[in-house]
């Protein structure tokens, strides 16, 4: 699985975190600039990419201010889960299909015993 340990959302630095999220998928936190995803998603491909995705959703309407909006929190979860969705099949899966899964190496991996 290859993906970025930091990531920049619109100008904010945000550290993946992967641990034990006991029985969720993910969690984007805007106070400590992290976003965690369950170690476990790294298991599926699509568990883990839809879930980053779906954080970093979080992410853009937190640093792009949008819920100053007026978006309900309600509409910004249905939106982020549609777009990761729909990123996974039509931007992730292709390439996945077209590049073989390559070797984990041990700093693109960080498992995190930490309490959010
Ligand atoms: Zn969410």
């Not at 007026?70 to 931007?91: A, C, H, N, R, T």
Request: aromatic fraction near 10%; charge should be negative.
């Amino acid at each position: 699985m290859i993906f970025k340990k930091s990531l920049n959302i619109l100008g904010t630095k945000y550290r993946l975190v992967l641990k034990d999220l006991d029985g969720i998928w993910g969690l984007f936190d805007w106070r400590t600039q992290k976003i965690y995803v369950d170690e476990s998603a790294l298991e599926d491909p699509k568990d883990f990419y839809t879930t980053l995705i779906h954080e970093l959703g979080h992410g853009v309407f937190h640093e792009g201010s949008i819920l100053q909006a007026g978006i309900p929190k309600e509409v910004e979860e249905i939106l982020v889960d549609l777009y990761s969705k729909v990123v996974y099949s039509e931007v992730i899966l292709p390439l996945l299909k077209e590049i073989p899964p390559p070797v984990p190496k041990d700093d693109t991996i960080e498992v995190c015993d930490e309490e959010s």
